[in-house]
């Protein structure tokens, strides 16, 4: 703002003001990132689904992993539902960003990954023991990814670092780095 101000030879909390009063900036334009499927990829994908290609077949095709196309078909509906449009609105949707961290949400699910790590458990561990102890419920399942990445407990001092101990080297950095100050559920 001090440098957009001295270029108009006025006070930089009046160009605050005036930016502020408007709205902000603007951010920059969303884009794709260039190893995400395009929508021409998910039609010749819709269209070798329908000429009952084998997804191995389309993404030799494609020149993309067999794994790639198999979760993209997956994702959006299965062979028999499948449809290229609404696949890459889903996907554009998805990727918005900042992602909200679910341990950051929830807190019967915070004390329950805390409870279980401060008994020594893995973030493997304790991902497997939550899909089988709540089959049904989708809110209380989360990746051991997540745990390694989120700040999963609003603890402070000497409980925090014990939990974050239990998570193993760089975790306590990997936690910031993705997913911001402890004191904020929302990713960057």
């Known amino acids: 703002m001090s440098d957009i101000g001295r270029a108009l030879g006025r006070d930089r909390s009046s160009i605050h003001y005036v ?4 709205g ?18 998910r039609e010749d994908i819709s269209r070798g689904i329908v000429g009952d290609y084998s997804i191995r077949s389309i993404a030799e095709r494609l020149g993309r992993a067999p794994s790639t196309i198999s979760r993209e078909v997956l994702r959006h509906g299965g062979r028999h539902g499948y449809r290229a449009t609404l696949a890459d609105v889903d ?9 909200v961290c679910l341990l950051g949400i929830n807190t019967k699910l915070q004390r329950i990954v805390a409870s279980r790590l401060g008994l020594d458990w893995s973030p493997e561990q304790v991902s497997g023991w939550l899909k089988t102890e709540f089959p049904d419920d989708e809110s209380m399942r989360v990746s051991h990814e997540t745990i390694y990445r989120s700040p999963f407990i609003q603890a402070r ?7 974050i101990g239990h998570l ?14 402890m004191s904020s559920p929302v990713g960057r």
């Open 157 to 163: 001092g000497v409980l925090k670092k014990k939990l």
């Open 168 to 181: 193993g080297p760089g975790a306590s950095h990997a936690a910031r780095a993705v997913c911001g100050p």
């Open 24 to 41: 902000g900036i603007a951010p920059a334009m969303r884009r794709r990132s260039r190893h995400a499927l395009t929508l021409v990829e």
């Open 19 to 22: 930016v502020r009063c408007s």
């Open 91 to 99: 996907a554009w949707d998805a990727a918005l960003r900042p992602k």
